[in-house]
């Protein structure tokens, strides 16, 4: 059993969460509405993953995340509002509108622009870990991968050279079972897709209960403080599940009903909020008071964004070469 | 001024930037390792004792990581200078190229950019297919990305200094047979020439008129400048006067000297080692075809390798690859028309 941390840290991670989950919902509702244009690759169900991992690293510290970028981007302290914008395609988008759903992301926070090419971001995360300590620093690196990932030969080439170099990076697997729709089972033999692969590359690694947001917490404690001691890498490999499906209009049919219901009975949020009552760290009022405030708050943004300027269509044209812009 | 080949005009402008500028680092297989070569070609040699393997880091055979070390590192601030040793490994990084450094700037919307230099050594020598190929024109075809290809020693350090200084991701191309190294290649071309001792950089999209003429112009790049220059020569005692341009980089291409130059001459001519189907030639026919048409008094000729993967004997791999006969054979049917 985890430690309850005080109750300021307890209920900032419990925040976040909820934030994350109220994001993400909102979305699904509005793509569903048909308001929400593009595509979208949501994390609700993975929250405890992102909020674990990121609540204790600094600004400075750098994270790199996927085609489901939602949580960590939060987490990391993208903005809510360029977040929403960027999902509507809006020019105040945290990428002006040339990203979209699977490109958010914001440097000036450590929040390196979203990859959507599975597995694309471990070389890109040996890069910049290599750069936190060319530059003399104890900033360290974090890259979120998907158990499909663990399959790409990128992955391979990243963990070999991060082990050799004792880079400061954590490879962090968020293991929700399937590869877009593809059971993990069908297309690797290992029970720990990405841990039962540290051993290879000699790089520590950890299993984790994903859906746990102190264990996940505490084991971000002790790979990130290795990262940051110059100890090397460590692999983190954390069981989750999503709650919706691998993107847009994905009704998961390819998931077995009972393992569905033993998994949302593990829903990271609904577990870590009876845990917070139960032990007395915050009331139920309390509490309330919190969500309704983080709707309110998503609601507000929604609707700005909806509301805020389109890009003019010319400037698609513009930023294929660097122009000077900052972060 | 002092005499060098291009090989060490290479290693003197990564030598100079990475004293200017800390954040400048090499990496790559093989990079400098002590008693190695220094890269596959010397250019990296000697690096390692100046500035210690913090700054010259020698990889594992692993081009994806190659690639995405160098868009990590130069994304938040570093200015990697990668040596593939083979150009024709450019394939195994496409996605860190292609995906990754190419679309990162446009797709935070400008806010991240990433300064990268990738070298890669290219032509036809002797080796076989897959040590071999001129890559140019699949990068031409890549928004987000700048293409060179140096020839001279002169170049050769102004524009590398240009490009670790460019704040995007730049394919060098070096050519094997121009290097001029102490490692020997069959057939190489002796390249020394005169390199400014004082500091100097050359900006990208300017082409180099390497000789002047009158009566066709012929575009030509890297090995194929020099092939392209001698065919002319021979030609001037058939009354044939050719001018011979060599664009330096692809991306940016300088159309404007190669226009100025077939508004005089009515005659286009592109020489390159690359294939021809699809090849950069292929682009220069089309832009003359769509803007300048009535400037052309004969169609455009592209003399480009045969649409064959590149083959070890030496008399194929000779036949090939254009030579200074095919380009005279193709100068006088332009001439003729």
Not at chain 1, 97 to 115: E, F, I
Not at chain 2, 58 to 75: D, F, K, S
Request: charged content about 25%; proline content about 4%; hydrophobic content about 40%.
């Amino acid at each position: 059993m985890t430690k309850m941390p005080e109750k300021e840290r307890a209920v900032g991670m419990y925040r976040r969460m909820y934030q994350i989950r109220q994001y993400e919902e909102t979305i699904y509702y509005l793509f569903l509405e048909g308001i929400m244009p593009g595509t979208i690759h949501q994390s609700h169900g993975q929250e405890a993953c992102a909020v674990g991992m990121i609540y204790d690293l600094r600004k400075e510290d750098y994270i790199l995340t996927t085609h489901r970028p939602a949580g960590h981007d939060l987490a990391k302290g993208v903005s809510l509002r360029s977040m929403l914008c960027e999902m509507f395609g809006k020019s105040e988008g945290c990428c002006k509108g040339k990203g979209g759903a699977m490109h958010t992301g914001d440097l000036s926070v450590g929040a390196v622009t979203a990859n959507a090419i599975v597995g694309g971001n471990l070389p890109i995360a040996a890069g910049v870990a290599l750069r936190c300590r060319m530059m003399k620093t104890d900033n360290v690196a974090v890259c979120f991968f998907g158990d499909g990932a663990s399959n790409e030969g990128a992955f391979h080439e990243a963990l070999n050279a991060a082990a050799v170099w004792k880079l400061p990076v954590v490879y962090v697997c968020e293991n929700n079972l399937y590869s877009a729709t593809t059971s993990i089972r069908l297309t690797c033999s290992l029970e720990h897709v990405a841990a039962d692969r540290g051993s290879a590359y000699g790089i520590p690694s950890e299993v984790v209960d994903g859906n746990d947001v102190l264990a996940v917490n505490e084991a971000a404690a002790r790979a990130v403080g290795r990262a940051r001691n110059g100890e090397g890498p460590t692999i983190l490999e954390l069981k989750t599940y999503r709650i919706g499906g691998h993107s847009r209009n994905d009704a998961c049919g390819y998931r077995p009903e009972e393992e569905e219901q033993e998994w949302f009975a593990k829903d990271p949020i609904h577990t870590f909020r009876k845990r917070l009552l139960d032990e007395g760290v915050i009331t139920e009022e309390e509490l309330v008071k919190i969500e309704e405030e983080i709707t309110e708050e998503i609601d507000a943004e929604v609707e700005y964004a909806k509301n805020s300027k389109d890009p003019a269509p010319e400037s698609a044209l513009r930023d294929v070469y660097w122009e000077g812009g900052t972060l | 001024m002092a005499e060098m080949s291009v090989a060490d005009a290479l290693k003197l402008a990564i030598q100079e930037e990475m004293r200017r500028d800390e954040t400048v680092f090499c990496l790559g297989e093989d990079v400098d390792i002590k008693g190695g070569m220094g890269g596959a070609f010397t250019v990296t040699k000697g690096l390692l004792d100046e500035f210690g393997p913090e700054r010259v880091i020698n990889t594992p055979i692993a081009e994806i990581l190659i690639a995405g070390v160098c868009v990590g590192a130069g994304m938040t601030g570093m200015r990697p200078v990668a040596d593939l040793q083979y150009g024709d490994f450019l394939f195994c990084m496409m996605d860190q190229l292609v995906n990754q450094a190419a679309k990162m700037c446009y797709m935070s919307g400008g806010k991240v950019h990433i300064p990268m230099v990738m070298r890669a050594p290219c032509g036809a020598t002797n080796r076989g297919a897959q040590h071999a190929q001129s890559l140019e024109s699949y990068f031409i075809h890549v928004p987000g990305l700048k293409v060179i290809c140096p020839s001279t020693p002169y170049d050769a350090k102004g524009m590398m200094k240009q490009a670790i200084r460019d704040d995007n991701p730049v394919l060098v191309f070096e050519h094997k047979l121009l290097y001029g190294s102490s490692r020997k290649e069959k057939d190489a071309v002796r390249t020394s020439g005169e390199v400014p001792k004082e500091e100097y950089t050359i900006e990208f999209g300017k082409a180099a008129v390497r000789k002047e003429g009158t009566d066709v112009t012929i575009v030509a790049n890297l090995l194929m400048s020099y092939r392209a220059q001698e065919a002319a020569k021979a030609l001037e005692s058939e009354g044939i006067s050719c001018e011979v341009i060599d664009p330096r980089s692809l991306v940016p291409f300088d159309y404007e000297t190669v226009e100025r130059s077939v508004k005089k001459t009515g005659r286009l001519m592109v020489v390159h080692e690359d294939t021809y189907n699809g090849g950069w030639g292929a682009q220069v026919a089309a832009h003359f075809a769509e803007y300048c048409i009535f400037d052309l008094d004969a169609p455009v000729k592209i003399v480009a390798a045969y649409d064959t993967p590149i083959p070890f004997a030496a008399p194929m791999e000779n036949f090939v690859i254009p030579s200074v006969d095919r380009i005279k054979e193709a100068a006088r049917e332009l001439a003729a028309f």
